[in-house]
């Protein structure tokens, strides 16, 4: 079946840094990926949808210029966090179009 | 290869049916596996399981784990047109490096709620 990779699969960063998270789908191609933010309690949010050669459409309440997605070709989606805060540590997860999940990202913000 | 596999693909009842979708797992480091409903954006949480054999209940909805079996089913009684929805089951792991943790999807049930 259809695999989406992330990576990494953890990473530690210090206040004040910038973050890049990628997305890949390995055996397909996603015109759209979404990105989510899972919260403690499981429920996710989507933050944005992905569009291949256009913009991002960011979800009511996300900061474009602070999750800043790209997405370059078919089969990668970048989402960057910029100047990351302890608030942004999460768990962040990508999906391509179809229902096919990443296996999420840690970001914990120091 | 960690994988969730879930079953049916697609299915389609008249109201007031009671439907069981499963969902089996083969992982490494199980920590809990969640069930969600996606209707448009987000997947909506439903519930996590943890232990085997305890069911969690939210009204005509139910859930129960079976760690033995390695699968997890979702109950949904007297069915409405609003049950209608993708169903995902996807599996929290702990990762075999400290501290690294994975989330699997199975690819959902389909439910098709006819009036």
């Known amino acids: 079946g259809a695999v989406v990779s992330q990576h990494p699969s953890r990473v530690i960063c210090k206040s004040g840094t910038s973050v890049k998270i990628e997305c890949r789908s390995l055996?397909?191609?996603?015109?759209?990926m979404f990105w989510y933010r899972q919260f403690p309690k499981k429920s996710l949010m989507l933050m944005a949808t992905?569009?291949?050669?256009?913009?991002?459409?960011?979800e009511q309440g996300v900061e474009k210029d602070k999750f800043l997605i790209n997405h370059a070709s078919l089969t990668l989606s970048t989402l960057t966090v910029t100047s990351a805060h302890p608030e942004d540590s999460s768990f962040y997860i990508c999906?391509?179009?179809?229902?096919?999940f990443g296996p999420g990202t840690r970001l914990t913000v120091l | 290869e960690d994988k969730v596999v879930q079953s049916p693909l697609s299915l389609v009842v008249h109201e007031g049916d009671t439907v069981t979708l499963n969902c089996s797992y083969e992982?490494?480091?199980?920590?809990?596996l969640l069930w969600y409903k996606q209707e448009k954006k987000a997947p909506t949480f439903l519930f996590m399981l943890t232990s085997s054999g305890i069911e969690k209940k939210s009204g005509r909805l139910s859930s129960i784990l079976d760690k033995k079996e390695l699968s997890s089913i979702l109950n949904i009684t007297a069915t409405q047109t609003g049950d209608s929805a993708i169903y995902l089951c996807a599996v929290d792991e702990v990762g075999s490096n400290f501290g690294n943790e994975k989330l699997t999807f199975g690819t959902g049930t389909r439910l098709t709620i006819i009036p």
């Open positions: 999906s391509a179009e179809g229902g096919f």
């Open positions: 992905s569009n291949e050669g256009s913009k991002a459409t960011y």
């Open positions: 055996d397909f191609q996603a015109t759209t």
């Open positions: 992982v490494t480091n199980f920590r809990s």
